[in-house]
Protein backbone atom coordinates (compact mmCIF):
# COMPACT_ATOMS: atom_id res chain seq x y z
CA UNK A 1 0.00 0.00 0.00
CA UNK A 2 1.16 3.50 -1.03
CA UNK A 3 1.99 5.55 2.04
CA UNK A 4 -0.74 8.31 2.57
CA UNK A 5 0.50 11.70 1.66
CA UNK A 6 -0.71 15.31 3.38
CA UNK A 7 -0.30 18.94 2.81
CA UNK A 8 0.95 21.22 5.71
CA UNK A 9 0.68 25.02 5.09
CA UNK A 10 1.85 27.19 7.76
CA UNK A 11 0.43 30.92 6.73
CA UNK A 12 2.54 33.64 8.32
CA UNK A 13 2.55 37.39 8.20
CA UNK A 14 5.51 37.78 6.10
CA UNK A 15 6.03 33.91 4.65
CA UNK A 16 3.82 30.92 3.24
CA UNK A 17 5.43 27.37 3.81
CA UNK A 18 4.06 24.76 2.33
CA UNK A 19 4.99 20.87 2.23
CA UNK A 20 3.83 17.40 0.89
CA UNK A 21 4.92 14.94 3.67
CA UNK A 22 3.93 11.38 4.43
CA UNK A 23 2.10 10.04 7.48
CA UNK A 24 5.74 9.77 8.91
CA UNK A 25 6.48 13.20 8.68
CA UNK A 26 8.69 12.59 5.75
CA UNK A 27 8.74 15.73 3.66
CA UNK A 28 8.79 14.94 -0.09
CA UNK A 29 8.17 18.59 -1.27
CA UNK A 30 8.05 21.55 -0.33
CA UNK A 31 7.05 25.76 -1.50
CA UNK A 32 7.45 28.91 0.00
CA UNK A 33 6.58 31.78 -1.05
CA UNK A 34 6.30 35.89 0.69
CA UNK A 35 2.77 36.00 1.40
CA UNK A 36 0.81 38.62 -0.54
CA UNK A 37 -0.86 40.76 2.05
CA UNK A 38 -2.78 42.52 -0.88
CA UNK A 39 -6.23 41.13 0.05
CA UNK A 40 -7.69 37.86 1.37
CA UNK A 41 -7.96 36.49 -2.29
CA UNK A 42 -4.27 37.44 -3.05
CA UNK A 43 -3.29 35.61 0.48
CA UNK A 44 -5.52 32.55 -0.87
CA UNK A 45 -4.08 32.37 -4.43
CA UNK A 46 -0.53 32.54 -2.87
CA UNK A 47 -2.06 28.98 -0.76
CA UNK A 48 -3.28 27.14 -3.59
CA UNK A 49 -0.18 28.16 -5.69
CA UNK A 50 2.33 26.45 -3.17
CA UNK A 51 -0.27 23.26 -3.06
CA UNK A 52 -0.33 22.95 -6.12
CA UNK A 53 3.87 23.34 -6.65
CA UNK A 54 4.29 20.34 -3.91
CA UNK A 55 1.32 18.19 -4.92
CA UNK A 56 2.11 17.98 -8.67
CA UNK A 57 0.11 14.89 -9.18
CA UNK A 58 0.32 12.91 -5.96
CA UNK A 59 -2.80 11.81 -3.80
CA UNK A 60 -3.23 13.50 -0.30
CA UNK A 61 -5.27 12.31 2.09
CA UNK A 62 -5.91 15.82 3.82
CA UNK A 63 -4.95 19.46 4.26
CA UNK A 64 -4.09 20.87 7.74
CA UNK A 65 -3.77 25.03 7.73
CA UNK A 66 -1.47 26.66 10.53
CA UNK A 67 -2.79 30.64 11.06
CA UNK A 68 -2.16 33.56 13.27
CA UNK A 69 -4.88 34.89 15.44
CA UNK A 70 -8.24 33.61 16.30
CA UNK A 71 -10.15 30.88 14.37
CA UNK A 72 -13.48 29.30 14.37
CA UNK A 73 -12.13 26.17 14.16
CA UNK A 74 -15.78 23.72 13.31
CA UNK A 75 -16.81 26.19 10.42
CA UNK A 76 -13.23 26.32 9.18
CA UNK A 77 -12.90 30.20 9.78
CA UNK A 78 -10.34 32.39 10.31
CA UNK A 79 -11.43 35.24 12.23
CA UNK A 80 -9.25 37.59 12.87
CA UNK A 81 -5.88 37.81 11.89
CA UNK A 82 -4.55 41.27 13.19
CA UNK A 83 -1.49 40.55 10.97
CA UNK A 84 -3.27 39.63 7.83
CA UNK A 85 -6.23 42.36 8.04
CA UNK A 86 -8.76 39.58 7.58
CA UNK A 87 -12.28 38.77 8.88
CA UNK A 88 -14.38 35.66 8.45
CA UNK A 89 -12.51 33.97 5.40
CA UNK A 90 -13.84 30.15 4.94
CA UNK A 91 -10.97 29.09 4.26
CA UNK A 92 -10.95 25.19 5.30
CA UNK A 93 -14.01 24.71 2.59
CA UNK A 94 -12.23 26.84 -0.26
CA UNK A 95 -9.20 24.39 0.48
CA UNK A 96 -11.39 21.27 0.30
CA UNK A 97 -13.74 22.36 -2.68
CA UNK A 98 -10.59 22.87 -4.77
CA UNK A 99 -8.67 19.62 -3.37
CA UNK A 100 -11.34 17.59 -2.66
CA UNK A 101 -10.01 16.09 0.63
CA UNK A 102 -10.90 17.37 4.29
CA UNK A 103 -8.95 20.46 5.54
CA UNK A 104 -8.09 21.34 9.14
CA UNK A 105 -6.93 24.70 10.65
CA UNK A 106 -5.89 25.30 13.67
CA UNK A 107 -3.53 28.20 15.27
CA UNK A 108 -0.30 28.61 14.46
CA UNK A 109 1.46 28.44 18.29
CA UNK A 110 -0.96 25.37 18.64
CA UNK A 111 0.23 23.85 15.15
CA UNK A 112 3.95 24.50 15.96
CA UNK A 113 3.41 22.74 19.20
CA UNK A 114 2.17 19.63 17.57
CA UNK A 115 5.02 19.99 15.16
CA UNK A 116 7.93 19.92 18.04
CA UNK A 117 5.88 17.24 19.89
CA UNK A 118 6.25 15.08 16.62
CA UNK A 119 9.60 14.62 17.06
CA UNK A 120 9.67 13.90 20.56
CA UNK A 121 9.87 10.30 22.53
CA UNK A 122 6.87 8.07 21.77
CA UNK A 123 6.36 7.40 25.15
CA UNK A 124 5.60 11.13 25.92
CA UNK A 125 1.79 12.02 26.54
CA UNK A 126 2.36 15.89 27.64
CA UNK A 127 4.29 19.04 26.24
CA UNK A 128 4.44 22.62 26.34
CA UNK A 129 5.42 24.84 23.43
CA UNK A 130 6.19 28.64 24.19
CA UNK A 131 7.08 30.62 21.37
CA UNK A 132 8.59 33.86 22.46
CA UNK A 133 8.63 36.50 19.52
CA UNK A 134 6.76 39.36 18.44
CA UNK A 135 3.80 38.47 20.56
CA UNK A 136 4.16 35.28 23.15
CA UNK A 137 1.65 32.47 23.33
CA UNK A 138 2.07 28.54 24.88
CA UNK A 139 0.37 25.86 22.72
CA UNK A 140 -0.73 22.65 24.95
CA UNK A 141 -0.43 19.04 24.43
CA UNK A 142 -2.08 16.74 26.30
CA UNK A 143 -2.70 13.22 25.38
CA UNK A 144 -0.53 13.89 22.53
CA UNK A 145 -3.54 16.16 21.23
CA UNK A 146 -3.31 20.12 21.29
CA UNK A 147 -5.31 21.23 24.09
CA UNK A 148 -8.38 23.94 23.50
CA UNK A 149 -10.14 24.47 26.66
CA UNK A 150 -13.44 24.99 27.14
CA UNK A 151 -13.76 28.11 24.20
CA UNK A 152 -10.42 27.62 22.09
CA UNK A 153 -8.31 30.23 24.33
CA UNK A 154 -6.34 27.96 26.75
CA UNK A 155 -2.17 28.59 26.40
CA UNK A 156 -2.86 32.58 26.92
CA UNK A 157 0.36 32.38 28.42
CA UNK A 158 1.42 35.88 26.87
CA UNK A 159 -1.06 37.25 29.27
CA UNK A 160 -0.47 36.43 32.77
CA UNK A 161 0.05 39.32 34.34
CA UNK A 162 3.31 40.12 35.81
CA UNK A 163 3.23 43.57 36.92
CA UNK A 164 -0.21 44.80 38.15
CA UNK A 165 0.65 48.15 37.26
CA UNK A 166 2.47 47.52 34.59
CA UNK A 167 3.16 48.46 31.20
CA UNK A 168 -0.36 48.96 29.42
CA UNK A 169 -0.65 45.48 26.72
CA UNK A 170 -2.42 45.21 23.57
CA UNK A 171 -5.11 43.17 25.51
CA UNK A 172 -6.17 46.14 27.77
CA UNK A 173 -4.72 44.72 30.84
CA UNK A 174 -1.71 45.93 32.32
CA UNK A 175 2.29 44.21 33.08
CA UNK A 176 1.19 41.36 30.66
CA UNK A 177 4.21 39.13 30.24
CA UNK A 178 4.07 40.08 26.37
CA UNK A 179 3.87 43.90 27.28
CA UNK A 180 6.88 43.35 29.10
CA UNK A 181 8.87 40.20 27.86
CA UNK A 182 7.86 40.22 23.97
CA UNK A 183 10.01 41.34 21.07
CA UNK A 184 8.50 44.86 20.79
CA UNK A 185 8.73 45.35 24.51
CA UNK A 186 11.66 44.56 24.81
CA UNK A 187 13.03 47.20 22.03
CA UNK A 188 10.92 50.11 23.67
CA UNK A 189 12.10 49.34 26.71
CA UNK A 190 15.77 49.17 25.88
CA UNK A 191 15.50 52.94 23.91
CA UNK A 192 13.73 54.25 27.41
CA UNK A 193 16.76 53.19 29.77
CA UNK A 194 19.41 53.81 26.76
CA UNK A 195 17.98 57.36 26.39
CA UNK A 196 18.03 58.20 30.05
CA UNK A 197 22.04 56.23 29.96
CA UNK A 198 24.80 58.29 28.52
CA UNK A 199 27.20 55.63 29.07
CA UNK A 200 25.53 53.30 27.48
CA UNK A 201 26.86 52.53 23.89
CA UNK A 202 22.83 52.19 22.82
CA UNK A 203 22.48 55.59 23.64
CA UNK A 204 23.27 57.73 20.63
CA UNK A 205 21.15 54.80 18.60
CA UNK A 206 18.30 55.49 20.88
CA UNK A 207 18.11 58.84 20.81
CA UNK A 208 17.00 58.73 16.96
CA UNK A 209 15.11 55.81 17.09
CA UNK A 210 13.45 52.49 18.39
CA UNK A 211 16.03 50.07 19.23
CA UNK A 212 14.45 46.27 18.30
CA UNK A 213 15.06 43.32 20.25
CA UNK A 214 17.42 41.30 18.27
CA UNK A 215 19.69 44.87 18.16
CA UNK A 216 19.49 44.51 22.27
CA UNK A 217 20.85 41.39 21.78
CA UNK A 218 23.38 42.34 19.59
CA UNK A 219 24.58 45.08 21.73
CA UNK A 220 24.58 42.38 24.38
CA UNK A 221 26.54 39.84 22.55
CA UNK A 222 28.95 42.52 22.38
CA UNK A 223 29.41 42.95 26.21
CA UNK A 224 27.05 46.04 26.71
CA UNK A 225 26.34 46.13 30.41
CA UNK A 226 22.82 47.60 29.91
CA UNK A 227 21.35 45.32 27.06
CA UNK A 228 23.08 42.63 28.87
CA UNK A 229 21.14 43.90 32.30
CA UNK A 230 17.91 44.40 30.36
CA UNK A 231 17.86 40.61 28.87
CA UNK A 232 18.52 39.14 31.99
CA UNK A 233 15.55 40.96 33.63
CA UNK A 234 13.54 39.80 30.64
CA UNK A 235 14.63 35.96 31.27
CA UNK A 236 13.54 36.53 35.10
CA UNK A 237 10.11 37.61 33.95
CA UNK A 238 9.81 34.57 31.24
CA UNK A 239 11.37 32.59 34.20
CA UNK A 240 9.03 33.17 36.48
CA UNK A 241 5.52 32.77 34.44
CA UNK A 242 7.14 29.33 33.09
CA UNK A 243 7.47 28.20 36.89
CA UNK A 244 4.07 29.56 37.05
CA UNK A 245 2.90 27.73 33.94
CA UNK A 246 4.49 24.25 35.27
CA UNK A 247 2.88 24.16 38.60
CA UNK A 248 -0.20 24.69 36.88
CA UNK A 249 0.29 22.05 34.38
CA UNK A 250 3.33 19.17 35.68
CA UNK A 251 3.61 19.43 31.91
CA UNK A 252 6.71 17.16 31.88
CA UNK A 253 8.54 18.99 29.25
CA UNK A 254 8.54 22.67 28.32
CA UNK A 255 10.15 23.46 24.50
CA UNK A 256 10.66 27.24 23.70
CA UNK A 257 10.93 28.73 20.18
CA UNK A 258 10.48 32.41 18.88
CA UNK A 259 13.69 34.36 18.09
CA UNK A 260 13.93 36.76 21.14
CA UNK A 261 14.28 33.22 23.47
CA UNK A 262 16.46 31.24 20.75
CA UNK A 263 18.57 34.36 19.97
CA UNK A 264 19.68 35.86 23.66
CA UNK A 265 21.89 33.40 25.95
CA UNK A 266 21.44 36.21 28.26
CA UNK A 267 17.43 35.80 28.26
CA UNK A 268 17.59 31.96 28.13
CA UNK A 269 20.21 31.23 30.83
CA UNK A 270 18.39 34.14 33.57
CA UNK A 271 15.02 32.60 32.60
CA UNK A 272 16.12 28.99 33.58
CA UNK A 273 17.93 29.98 36.42
CA UNK A 274 14.28 31.84 38.01
CA UNK A 275 12.48 28.72 37.26
CA UNK A 276 14.61 26.65 39.50
CA UNK A 277 14.51 29.41 42.13
CA UNK A 278 10.61 29.79 41.47
CA UNK A 279 9.67 25.69 41.67
CA UNK A 280 9.62 23.47 44.12
CA UNK A 281 13.22 20.89 43.68
CA UNK A 282 10.81 18.23 43.05
CA UNK A 283 8.58 19.65 40.28
CA UNK A 284 11.88 21.51 38.32
CA UNK A 285 13.07 17.90 38.67
CA UNK A 286 10.50 16.14 36.59
CA UNK A 287 10.37 19.04 34.64
CA UNK A 288 12.89 19.25 31.46
CA UNK A 289 13.67 22.57 29.48
CA UNK A 290 14.67 22.57 26.06
CA UNK A 291 14.91 24.48 22.54
CA UNK A 292 12.66 24.07 19.45
CA UNK A 293 14.16 21.78 17.01
CA UNK A 294 12.31 22.43 13.63
CA UNK A 295 12.21 26.42 14.54
CA UNK A 296 10.92 27.39 10.71
CA UNK A 297 9.58 24.20 10.08
CA UNK A 298 7.55 23.39 13.02
CA UNK A 299 4.34 24.88 11.24
CA UNK A 300 4.21 23.36 8.09
CA UNK A 301 5.00 19.52 10.28
CA UNK A 302 2.13 20.59 12.66
CA UNK A 303 0.05 21.23 10.33
CA UNK A 304 0.90 17.98 8.71
CA UNK A 305 0.57 16.30 12.29
CA UNK A 306 -2.49 17.97 12.52
CA UNK A 307 -4.24 16.67 9.36
CA UNK A 308 -3.11 13.23 10.21
CA UNK A 309 -4.77 13.35 13.48
CA UNK A 310 -8.15 15.12 12.44
CA UNK A 311 -8.38 11.66 9.28
CA UNK A 312 -7.34 8.58 11.87
CA UNK B 1 -30.79 -5.36 39.13
CA UNK B 2 -29.56 -3.72 42.77
CA UNK B 3 -28.01 -0.52 42.44
CA UNK B 4 -24.13 -0.63 42.79
CA UNK B 5 -22.91 0.96 46.35
CA UNK B 6 -19.54 2.83 46.93
CA UNK B 7 -17.87 4.04 49.81
CA UNK B 8 -16.00 7.24 49.97
CA UNK B 9 -13.50 8.14 52.61
CA UNK B 10 -12.56 11.56 53.51
CA UNK B 11 -9.42 11.43 55.36
CA UNK B 12 -8.71 15.25 57.19
CA UNK B 13 -6.46 16.56 59.46
CA UNK B 14 -9.08 16.70 62.44
CA UNK B 15 -12.36 14.67 60.64
CA UNK B 16 -12.45 11.45 58.76
CA UNK B 17 -15.80 11.52 56.95
CA UNK B 18 -17.31 8.17 55.38
CA UNK B 19 -20.50 7.75 53.41
CA UNK B 20 -21.99 4.40 51.74
CA UNK B 21 -24.00 5.87 48.53
CA UNK B 22 -25.18 4.85 45.13
CA UNK B 23 -23.57 5.29 41.71
CA UNK B 24 -26.33 7.95 41.23
CA UNK B 25 -24.45 9.54 44.24
CA UNK B 26 -26.96 9.17 46.62
CA UNK B 27 -25.91 9.09 50.06
CA UNK B 28 -27.60 5.98 52.10
CA UNK B 29 -25.48 6.37 55.23
CA UNK B 30 -23.08 8.55 56.76
CA UNK B 31 -20.21 8.59 59.43
CA UNK B 32 -18.06 11.08 60.85
CA UNK B 33 -15.44 10.80 63.71
CA UNK B 34 -12.44 12.68 64.89
CA UNK B 35 -9.31 11.65 63.03
CA UNK B 36 -7.30 10.05 65.73
CA UNK B 37 -3.82 11.45 65.37
CA UNK B 38 -2.05 8.89 67.81
CA UNK B 39 -0.24 7.13 65.32
CA UNK B 40 -0.75 5.19 61.76
CA UNK B 41 -2.73 2.37 63.39
CA UNK B 42 -4.80 5.06 65.34
CA UNK B 43 -5.95 6.85 61.91
CA UNK B 44 -6.58 3.44 60.29
CA UNK B 45 -8.64 1.89 62.73
CA UNK B 46 -10.74 4.93 62.36
CA UNK B 47 -11.54 4.79 58.92
CA UNK B 48 -12.15 0.70 59.10
CA UNK B 49 -14.47 1.61 61.61
CA UNK B 50 -16.43 4.44 60.01
CA UNK B 51 -16.21 2.14 57.14
CA UNK B 52 -17.96 -0.59 59.01
CA UNK B 53 -20.68 1.57 60.46
CA UNK B 54 -21.83 3.09 57.09
CA UNK B 55 -21.63 -0.42 55.55
CA UNK B 56 -23.57 -3.18 57.47
CA UNK B 57 -24.36 -6.03 55.44
CA UNK B 58 -24.39 -4.02 52.11
CA UNK B 59 -21.99 -5.17 49.24
CA UNK B 60 -20.25 -2.55 48.03
CA UNK B 61 -18.19 -2.18 44.79
CA UNK B 62 -14.96 0.02 45.81
CA UNK B 63 -13.69 2.08 48.21
CA UNK B 64 -12.80 5.81 46.92
CA UNK B 65 -10.22 7.99 49.85
CA UNK B 66 -9.43 11.31 49.57
CA UNK B 67 -5.79 12.21 51.71
CA UNK B 68 -3.91 15.06 52.41
CA UNK B 69 -0.65 15.56 51.00
CA UNK B 70 1.32 13.56 48.58
CA UNK B 71 0.54 10.40 47.25
CA UNK B 72 1.98 6.91 45.14
CA UNK B 73 -0.89 6.57 43.07
CA UNK B 74 -0.29 3.35 41.45
CA UNK B 75 1.35 1.80 44.70
CA UNK B 76 -1.65 3.09 46.67
CA UNK B 77 0.38 4.56 49.13
CA UNK B 78 -0.33 7.53 51.17
CA UNK B 79 4.12 9.40 51.12
CA UNK B 80 3.53 12.50 53.15
CA UNK B 81 0.59 13.84 54.87
CA UNK B 82 2.08 16.75 57.06
CA UNK B 83 -0.83 16.83 58.70
CA UNK B 84 -1.13 13.68 59.60
CA UNK B 85 2.86 12.25 60.25
CA UNK B 86 2.77 9.77 58.50
CA UNK B 87 4.65 8.12 55.89
CA UNK B 88 4.27 5.73 52.75
CA UNK B 89 1.24 4.03 54.55
CA UNK B 90 -0.14 1.21 52.15
CA UNK B 91 -3.43 2.73 52.58
CA UNK B 92 -5.28 1.09 49.53
CA UNK B 93 -3.54 -2.04 50.02
CA UNK B 94 -5.28 -2.53 53.51
CA UNK B 95 -8.26 -1.58 52.82
CA UNK B 96 -8.72 -3.75 49.97
CA UNK B 97 -7.56 -6.88 52.59
CA UNK B 98 -10.18 -6.32 54.41
CA UNK B 99 -13.00 -5.49 52.37
CA UNK B 100 -12.08 -7.58 49.31
CA UNK B 101 -13.13 -4.67 47.01
CA UNK B 102 -10.23 -2.18 44.89
CA UNK B 103 -9.78 0.53 46.60
CA UNK B 104 -8.32 4.34 45.11
CA UNK B 105 -6.32 6.91 46.86
CA UNK B 106 -6.01 10.45 45.54
CA UNK B 107 -5.13 13.70 46.88
CA UNK B 108 -8.02 15.84 48.94
CA UNK B 109 -8.18 19.21 46.75
CA UNK B 110 -8.81 16.81 43.60
CA UNK B 111 -11.36 14.30 44.76
CA UNK B 112 -13.02 17.67 46.24
CA UNK B 113 -13.06 18.89 42.41
CA UNK B 114 -14.86 15.53 41.00
CA UNK B 115 -17.14 15.88 44.31
CA UNK B 116 -18.02 19.91 43.16
CA UNK B 117 -18.13 18.71 39.81
CA UNK B 118 -20.65 16.05 40.07
CA UNK B 119 -23.23 18.08 40.91
CA UNK B 120 -22.88 20.50 37.64
CA UNK B 121 -24.53 20.28 34.31
CA UNK B 122 -24.17 16.74 32.10
CA UNK B 123 -22.95 18.76 29.27
CA UNK B 124 -19.77 20.09 31.03
CA UNK B 125 -16.37 18.41 30.62
CA UNK B 126 -13.94 20.70 32.28
CA UNK B 127 -13.57 22.79 35.45
CA UNK B 128 -11.63 24.13 37.95
CA UNK B 129 -12.06 24.01 41.85
CA UNK B 130 -10.11 26.01 43.91
CA UNK B 131 -9.66 25.73 47.67
CA UNK B 132 -8.36 28.76 49.83
CA UNK B 133 -8.38 27.30 53.57
CA UNK B 134 -5.32 26.93 55.51
CA UNK B 135 -3.72 26.35 52.20
CA UNK B 136 -4.24 26.75 48.39
CA UNK B 137 -4.44 24.27 46.11
CA UNK B 138 -6.09 23.42 42.92
CA UNK B 139 -8.10 20.40 41.65
CA UNK B 140 -8.02 20.34 37.44
CA UNK B 141 -10.78 18.17 36.00
CA UNK B 142 -10.53 17.70 32.27
CA UNK B 143 -12.89 15.23 30.42
CA UNK B 144 -14.66 14.55 33.56
CA UNK B 145 -11.45 13.41 35.27
CA UNK B 146 -8.96 14.37 37.66
CA UNK B 147 -5.83 16.04 35.49
CA UNK B 148 -2.60 15.19 37.21
CA UNK B 149 -0.13 16.35 34.17
CA UNK B 150 2.98 14.40 34.28
CA UNK B 151 3.50 13.43 37.55
CA UNK B 152 0.86 13.63 39.45
CA UNK B 153 1.56 17.16 40.76
CA UNK B 154 -0.93 19.82 38.38
CA UNK B 155 -2.59 22.25 40.04
CA UNK B 156 -0.09 23.60 42.40
CA UNK B 157 -2.02 26.89 42.27
CA UNK B 158 -0.53 28.49 45.77
CA UNK B 159 2.95 28.10 44.36
CA UNK B 160 1.81 31.01 41.66
CA UNK B 161 4.58 33.93 42.43
CA UNK B 162 2.47 36.84 43.55
CA UNK B 163 5.34 39.22 44.55
CA UNK B 164 8.65 37.94 43.29
CA UNK B 165 10.57 39.58 46.48
CA UNK B 166 7.22 38.37 49.22
CA UNK B 167 6.81 36.84 52.15
CA UNK B 168 8.43 32.77 52.47
CA UNK B 169 6.62 30.44 51.35
CA UNK B 170 6.85 27.04 53.13
CA UNK B 171 7.99 25.67 49.67
CA UNK B 172 10.97 27.51 49.81
CA UNK B 173 9.69 30.11 47.15
CA UNK B 174 9.31 33.89 48.22
CA UNK B 175 5.76 35.34 47.62
CA UNK B 176 3.32 32.31 46.75
CA UNK B 177 -0.05 33.28 46.91
CA UNK B 178 -0.24 30.62 49.71
CA UNK B 179 1.87 32.63 51.57
CA UNK B 180 0.25 35.87 50.96
CA UNK B 181 -3.36 34.52 50.78
CA UNK B 182 -3.88 31.61 52.95
CA UNK B 183 -5.58 31.69 56.35
CA UNK B 184 -2.58 31.48 58.45
CA UNK B 185 -1.01 34.63 55.90
CA UNK B 186 -3.82 36.48 56.64
CA UNK B 187 -4.06 36.25 60.15
CA UNK B 188 -0.19 36.82 59.97
CA UNK B 189 -0.28 40.00 57.96
CA UNK B 190 -3.77 41.66 60.05
CA UNK B 191 -1.31 40.93 63.01
CA UNK B 192 1.28 42.77 61.63
CA UNK B 193 -0.57 45.77 60.27
CA UNK B 194 -3.27 46.15 63.78
CA UNK B 195 0.17 46.13 65.70
CA UNK B 196 0.95 49.39 64.33
CA UNK B 197 -1.84 50.81 63.98
CA UNK B 198 -3.61 52.43 67.29
CA UNK B 199 -6.50 54.02 66.18
CA UNK B 200 -7.61 49.71 64.31
CA UNK B 201 -9.93 48.24 66.97
CA UNK B 202 -7.81 45.13 66.03
CA UNK B 203 -4.91 46.80 67.76
CA UNK B 204 -5.17 45.43 71.09
CA UNK B 205 -5.77 41.93 70.67
CA UNK B 206 -2.97 41.95 67.78
CA UNK B 207 -0.78 42.89 70.63
CA UNK B 208 -1.75 40.28 72.94
CA UNK B 209 -1.38 37.22 70.25
CA UNK B 210 -1.59 36.10 66.48
CA UNK B 211 -5.10 36.72 64.78
CA UNK B 212 -6.79 34.49 62.85
CA UNK B 213 -8.05 34.70 58.99
CA UNK B 214 -11.42 33.91 60.93
CA UNK B 215 -11.18 36.65 63.13
CA UNK B 216 -9.96 38.91 60.56
CA UNK B 217 -13.37 38.78 58.49
CA UNK B 218 -15.30 39.04 61.85
CA UNK B 219 -14.12 42.40 62.01
CA UNK B 220 -14.81 43.32 58.59
CA UNK B 221 -18.72 42.43 58.73
CA UNK B 222 -18.10 44.48 62.28
CA UNK B 223 -17.01 47.67 60.01
CA UNK B 224 -13.43 47.56 60.75
CA UNK B 225 -11.42 49.55 57.80
CA UNK B 226 -8.02 47.53 58.25
CA UNK B 227 -9.72 44.62 58.49
CA UNK B 228 -11.61 45.15 55.00
CA UNK B 229 -8.86 46.71 53.71
CA UNK B 230 -6.58 43.75 53.92
CA UNK B 231 -9.65 41.20 52.79
CA UNK B 232 -9.73 43.12 49.75
CA UNK B 233 -6.06 43.23 48.91
CA UNK B 234 -5.78 39.50 49.16
CA UNK B 235 -8.97 39.46 47.04
CA UNK B 236 -7.45 41.41 44.76
CA UNK B 237 -3.75 38.48 44.67
CA UNK B 238 -6.53 35.48 44.38
CA UNK B 239 -8.26 37.42 41.75
CA UNK B 240 -5.18 38.00 40.18
CA UNK B 241 -3.82 34.40 40.49
CA UNK B 242 -7.36 33.30 39.40
CA UNK B 243 -7.67 35.72 36.32
CA UNK B 244 -3.74 33.77 35.46
CA UNK B 245 -5.16 30.07 35.52
CA UNK B 246 -8.03 30.96 33.46
CA UNK B 247 -5.92 32.35 30.78
CA UNK B 248 -3.98 28.96 30.57
CA UNK B 249 -6.65 26.58 30.92
CA UNK B 250 -9.78 28.16 29.94
CA UNK B 251 -11.94 25.92 32.01
CA UNK B 252 -15.31 27.82 31.63
CA UNK B 253 -15.80 27.01 35.42
CA UNK B 254 -14.11 27.67 38.16
CA UNK B 255 -15.66 26.75 41.53
CA UNK B 256 -13.85 28.22 44.70
CA UNK B 257 -14.17 25.97 48.33
CA UNK B 258 -12.62 26.85 51.50
CA UNK B 259 -13.26 28.97 54.70
CA UNK B 260 -11.58 32.44 53.56
CA UNK B 261 -12.94 32.42 50.23
CA UNK B 262 -16.42 31.02 51.14
CA UNK B 263 -16.51 33.53 54.54
CA UNK B 264 -15.36 36.70 53.50
CA UNK B 265 -17.32 38.80 51.24
CA UNK B 266 -14.76 41.48 50.68
CA UNK B 267 -12.68 38.48 49.52
CA UNK B 268 -15.00 37.16 47.20
CA UNK B 269 -15.97 41.05 45.83
CA UNK B 270 -12.62 41.85 45.61
CA UNK B 271 -11.29 38.77 43.75
CA UNK B 272 -14.11 38.84 40.86
CA UNK B 273 -13.50 42.66 40.14
CA UNK B 274 -10.19 41.79 39.85
CA UNK B 275 -10.73 39.07 37.76
CA UNK B 276 -12.85 40.78 35.40
CA UNK B 277 -10.27 43.57 35.24
CA UNK B 278 -7.28 41.54 34.08
CA UNK B 279 -9.45 38.82 31.68
CA UNK B 280 -9.51 39.90 28.57
CA UNK B 281 -13.27 40.42 27.97
CA UNK B 282 -13.96 37.80 25.57
CA UNK B 283 -11.97 34.83 27.94
CA UNK B 284 -14.24 36.98 30.94
CA UNK B 285 -17.02 36.02 28.96
CA UNK B 286 -16.79 32.69 28.33
CA UNK B 287 -15.81 31.97 32.20
CA UNK B 288 -18.31 31.13 35.29
CA UNK B 289 -17.50 31.83 38.40
CA UNK B 290 -19.31 29.69 41.36
CA UNK B 291 -19.05 28.74 44.97
CA UNK B 292 -18.86 24.97 46.21
CA UNK B 293 -22.21 23.72 46.78
CA UNK B 294 -21.18 20.59 48.79
CA UNK B 295 -18.89 22.46 51.11
CA UNK B 296 -18.22 19.60 54.01
CA UNK B 297 -19.25 17.10 51.87
CA UNK B 298 -17.45 17.24 48.89
CA UNK B 299 -14.52 14.92 49.67
CA UNK B 300 -16.81 12.42 50.63
CA UNK B 301 -19.09 12.41 47.64
CA UNK B 302 -16.15 13.01 45.24
CA UNK B 303 -14.06 10.07 46.95
CA UNK B 304 -17.62 7.80 45.67
CA UNK B 305 -16.74 9.37 42.62
CA UNK B 306 -13.28 8.24 42.56
CA UNK B 307 -14.42 4.80 42.71
CA UNK B 308 -17.16 4.80 40.34
CA UNK B 309 -14.92 6.04 37.51
CA UNK B 310 -11.96 3.90 38.78
CA UNK B 311 -14.11 0.98 38.54
CA UNK B 312 -16.24 1.37 35.26
Redesign the interface.
Same mark, same amino acid.
Given at each position: MALEMYIGVDLGGTKTKTVLATGNLEIINEKTIATRMDSEETIIQGIFETIDAVKGRKVIKAIGVATPGQLNREAGIAIQAPSMGWHSVPLTRLLSERYQVPAYIENDINVAALGEFSCQDESL??AVYINVGTGIG?G?I?SKQV? !?? %????? *???G???ME?GGPLCK???RGCLEAIAAGPAIGARATQWARARQDSSMHALALQRELSAKEVAEFARGGEKLAIELLQETG?YLG?AV?? !?V %????? *??VIFGGSVVLNSPDIWEAMLAEVK???????YA??EFAKARFKGDSGAIGAVVLAKQKTN
Amino acid at each position: MALEMYIGVDLGGTKTKTVLATGNLEIINEKTIATRMDSEETIIQGIFETIDAVKGRKVIKAIGVATPGQLNREAGIAIQAPSMGWHSVPLTRLLSERYQVPAYIENDINVAALGEFSCQDESLNNAVYINVGTGIGAGIILSKQVF !LG %NSGTA *GEFGHLTMEPGGPLCKCGNRGCLEAIAAGPAIGARATQWARARQDSSMHALALQRELSAKEVAEFARGGEKLAIELLQETGRYLGRAVAD !LV %NLYDP *GLVIFGGSVVLNSPDIWEAMLAEVKMRLMPIIYAQTEFAKARFKGDSGAIGAVVLAKQKTN
